[in-house]
């Protein structure tokens, strides 16, 4: 799950606990340079798929956070987008 306009202090706890209600995450990675985006990888891509639903524009630290189904790391945004596809297929058992 992509995550857009997290504020500068978020912490993997924080997205932990701003999704707990959507079942089992197995990693988190935020961004710091630049800061602004992460990315929270389900155990369930059902679960992912619900968070995206209900999750998408509520606030976290004062920001409006974007949440969005990834697109396995194409469409631009630089290194290190194949780790995410390949991460989210081994996940998703795909």
Do not use: Q, T
Request: aromatic share 12%.
């Amino acid at each position: 799950v992509f995550l857009g306009n997290l504020p500068p202090d978020v912490e993997v706890r924080d997205l932990r606990d701003f999704f707990r209600d959507f079942g089992a995450i197995n990693d988190c990675w935020i961004a710091r340079k630049p800061p602004g985006f992460g990315f929270v990888w389900f155990d369930d891509e059902r679960d992912a798929r619900d968070a995206v639903r209900n999750m998408d524009r509520r606030e976290l630290h004062g920001n409006r956070v974007r949440v969005e189904l990834s697109n396995g790391g194409r469409g631009g945004g630089g290194g290190g987008g194949g780790g995410f596809r390949r991460d989210d297929d081994r996940r998703y058992g795909r």
